[in-house]
């Protein structure tokens, strides 16, 4: 998996454990700022929990330091004669980008349809909101401070005009487009959908609170609820008067204050959020094996002062070139001195040197090679496919340059082709 691909799923992992506590143990309070304010910056702050890294490590003692070079001759890999791997990677990230622009697009759609109404609304200011008038019968709305409402619910049902103001006042609009990022990042999500509808449930229970602070009556103001509420249309980006459900509206208005205890529920995610971080993040340990089990693992073996090379029979795929042929098609493999691959891979480990830099600064890792064995017997061509640093990089290439010839491969024709290898140098610090 690609690393964009790898982050957006252990983000998506945090924000899933965070909406689901949310769901579980909150949205029935009575905090609604409270709310608003943990669910946005809880929100962002999963973004960020991917780049923790909390892992421990063990120091290896009491045995002498051994460092290995592992070269690994190339074998016949089984799977070269089958087709091209399917590119998943690929196909992933398409289709994570098609989702993306997918749910912009309900977006961009929800505020052209909001910019046709403004455009022929009737424009004034009212107690620091910019207010639209329509003379049809629509759905009230706002968004920044701008109310959009008809002018006969302005004159027969004020609270409605109050309860838009509470949203203009309390910023609601803000905290949806500051919502609007992680619904494109994590649009595959559903309790990302699901939270984005709470937060707008939080605005609505919010505005409702205020408008009952100002006196209204809350049995008429139900009422009202009621009656605006059935066959309206909606701005998905808006807040609005009927948006969210009703029976939920009703309910919390009538529901005692939460207890002060509650506001620190929040503070229980947080050893949850942190087992999960070692979870995705598992303990590195260094493994210091006897000088035995190196022995056992190689069937031979050439001791140096400092460090012990070691040669195994491990296969390697190798890659490919478009004018050469792959190792497992070839009729009559490639020799070296008068062997196969694993004696080069023997003349390779008696070559190879450890940098000295490279010993002090306890570097190690596995370098990945490739090189083409032309039809001549020349090893040209070596490219470093995976790097671990310069120094280690650069003394596996010097070694593998300076090969003697091979004896070439032929095709069924007889005919000497060039071939393709790759080639791990390992160098581990033990």
Sequence with gaps: ?????????????????????????????????LNRVLLLAGSYLCLLLPFIRLRTATEATGVAQILTIQSVAVGE????????????????????IAGALATLALYLLSAQKMRRVIWRAEKTELEGCRLL????NIPSFSWGRTVVMGRK?????????????????????????????????????PLAWTTREELRLLHEYEADEGVLQKGINATQYQLLLVRKAVGEQRFSLASGFQHAKLKNRIEMMLKPTSSGWMRWSYLALIPVLAVFMFACNPNKKSKTPAPETVEQEAPAATETAGYTITVTDEPEAEASEKEAVPFSLIEHKPGFNGG??????????????????AKKDGAQG???????????????????????????????????????KWEPGYNADGEAVPVVYSFPVVYQLR
């Design 153 to 189: 619910d302005l004159e027969d049902n004020p609270a409605i005009f109050t309860h838009e103001q509470m949203h203009v006042r309390c910023r609601h609009s803000l905290d949806l487009l500051l919502f609007l990022p992680l619904q494109l990042l994590f649009w595959w999500n």
């Design 340 to 357: 196969d691959a694993n004696e080069f891979s023997r003349w390779v480990n008696s070559q190879l040197k450890y940098p000295e830099q």
């Design 77 to 96: 890999p089984a799977d070269l004669t089958l087709p091209a791997a399917f590119p998943w990677k690929d196909v992933l990230l398409a289709l994570y």
């Design 133 to 136: 008038l329509l003379d049809e």
């Design 1 to 33: 998996m690609s690393p964009f691909l790898l982050y957006i799923a252990r983000a998506g992992l945090y924000l899933s454990l965070f909406y689901a506590f949310y769901l579980l143990v909150m949205r029935r309070t009575t905090f609604f700022r």
């Design 366 to 404: 596995r370098v990945l090679l490739q090189f083409t064995v032309g039809a001549d017997g020349v090893v040209r061509d070596v490219k470093v496919l995976r790097s671990v640093r310069e120094d280690l990089d650069a003394e596996a290439v010097k070694v593998v340059s300076s090969s003697p």
